[in-house]
């Protein structure tokens, strides 16, 4: 049975929601000192399938325009608060994430904007692989082996998720440049 397009209480937006309820516990889990944690990693690896989990879900029943904004604001609340919970226990640098940050919140912003003159701005290809990338360096960063033995393979991730990030935000403003002509 299809989902009306403006319906808010969907399948796939109570697992959206869930992620995003569950986002505090993972960092929470993220310890303090710069050891890795399996717990932690399991549990980021959970709440990241979950996105491909409500995407299943919303591409079965249909596609909301509540669902095209929870989502891609559950991918950033969830990666950014791993992030920078990861800076502040000196495992990241700043600056990769502060770029990262950046281009969400305005990507955000703009999404917001062109939504309220009825506007749907699903994630584009890039975004989803931009997205993907932040996923693993920050599951790299949590990840035991490699905390200590190969932190190479958290910061090489970040360095391509920037790359990444910034790349997609270049689509994004082409297509508003596009867009508003």
Known sequence: MAVDETAIVTWANMVTVGR???SPFLFAMIPAERVGSWAALIVWIVLCSSD?????LARKHGITRSGAF???LADKILVLGAMFTLVNR??????????????????????????????????????????????????????????????????VCL???VAL????AAQYAWRATVASR
């Open 20 to 22: 995003v309820l569950a």
């Open 52 to 56: 491909g989990f409500d995407g299943y």
């Open 70 to 72: 929870l989502d891609p």
């Open 90 to 155: 000196g495992v990241l640098w700043l600056l990769p994430v502060v770029i990262i940050a950046a281009r969400e919140i305005i990507v955000s912003l703009y999404r917001v904007f062109v939504g309220s003159k009825g506007v749907s701005m699903p994630a584009s290809k890039l975004a989803k692989v931009k997205t993907f990338s932040q996923q693993l360096a920050v599951g790299f960063a949590l990840a035991p082996f490699s905390i200590n033995d190969a932190t190479w393979t958290f910061v």
């Open 159 to 161: 360095w391509i998720a």
């Open 165 to 168: 990030t910034l790349l997609s």
